[in-house]
T-cell receptor
Framework: QVQVRESGPGLVKPSETLSLTCTVS????????WAWIRQAPGRGLQWIGY??????NYNPSLKSRVTISLGASDDQMSLRLNSLTAADTAVYYC??????????WGQGTMVSVTS | QSALTQPASVSGSPGQSITISCIGT?????????VSWYQQHPGKVPKLIIH???HRPSGVSTRFSASKSGNTASLTISGLQAEDEAHYHC??????????FGGGTYLAVL
């Protein structure tokens, strides 16, 4: 059974860059599309982007600040989001994606942007 | 891309049926049969309950059903139960090969 876990810092400062890692177990990261999704406190879900076989696609509203890449090992991928503001405070999820379907989710990691 | 439009909240009594709408455009909901719905209890991870407009994953109650007409998708929950109280999110594939979510709807079971 495929499982997913996000990891990264819980606190980051405004204007800095957020780096998160998604680790996949029980399956190959090269077999599916893998996405990042976030949810600001009390808000809805926002799709950030995906990676599949090294190809990426991003939410147009975040595209200028986002990079999703494969990790150092073949069971990891990473998210980098730069020029952070308080509006980037959210729970960040890693999820397996097929078109619009997200069927395997990590537990999420809370990121607070604060000075 | 603007979020899909969902009502902020709906409510119903146990045993009743409710419907949640999700309004998009011809560039997302209207253009594909790729609409999904997610249930999210407070503090929990979203759970897929409907995919490809109207298909339920294995293990999801038959009380959940969904459909699409034009640019609007709908989720219906019949025989409301207390455990159905949660947020519900719709999502659609888009012509830009991206995914767009709705703002989420809170279902209160009174």
């Amino acid at each position: 059974q495929v499982q997913v876990r996000e990891s990264g810092p819980g606190l980051v400062k405004p204007s800095e860059t957020l780096s998160l890692t998604c680790t996949v177990s029980g399956g190959s990261i090269n077999t599916y599309y893998w996405a990042w999704i976030r949810q600001a406190p009390g808000r809805g879900l926002q799709w950030i982007g995906y990676i599949s076989h090294g190809r990426t696609n991003y939410n147009p509203s975040l595209k200028s600040r986002v990079t999703i890449s494969l990790g150092a090992s073949d069971d990891q991928m990473s998210l980098r989001l730069n020029s952070l503001t308080a509006a980037d405070t959210a729970v960040y999820y890693c999820a397996r994606q097929r078109t619009d379907v997200f069927d395997v989710w990590g537990q999420g990691t809370m990121v607070s942007v604060t000075s | 891309q603007s979020a899909l439009t969902q009502p902020a909240s709906v409510s119903g009594s146990p045993g009743q049926s409710i419907t949640i709408s999700c309004i998009g455009t011809s560039n997302d909901i209207g253009g594909f049969n790729y609409v999904s719905w997610y249930q999210q209890h407070p503090g929990k991870v979203p759970k897929l309950i409907i995919h490809d407009v109207s298909h339920r994953p294995s293990g999801v109650s038959t009380r959940f059903s969904a459909s699409k007409s034009g640019n609007t998708a709908s989720l219906t929950i019949s025989g409301l139960q207390a455990e159905d109280e949660a947020h519900y999110h719709c999502a659609s594939y888009t012509t830009a090969s991206t995914v767009i979510f709705g703002g989420g709807t809170y279902l209160a079971v009174l």
